[in-house]
């Protein structure tokens, strides 16, 4: 039944992280992970679930990995948008 529930909590933050809901992502882990911990490696169905948690995580990652990027991208354009408001100003002044 735990592992029901491990594998449901880690599909719920695939849910999350595909949109975009990185709070729920965060607060799902917090969930997820004492039940890690309290994974019994006797289990025959042990093996299973850490492979399907690992597809899990990969796919977390990337779509933060992606998120990183567009948050850096958009970092950018605004840095270089407040440089180019700033030159304006400065020659309007001059």
Partial sequence: MMIDELLGISAR?????????????????????????ALSL???AALATFK?????????????????????????EHQQRHRALNAYLQTATD
């Fill in 52 to 76: 399907a948690l690992l597809v899990h995580t990969e796919e977390v990652r990337a779509l933060a990995k992606q998120q990183r990027e567009r948050l850096g991208d958009a970092l950018g």
């Fill in 13 to 37: 933050m695939v849910d999350a992280a595909r949109g975009g809901d990185w709070d729920a992502v965060v607060r799902l882990e917090g969930e997820r992970s004492p039940l890690i911990a």
């Fill in 42 to 44: 006797s289990d025959p």
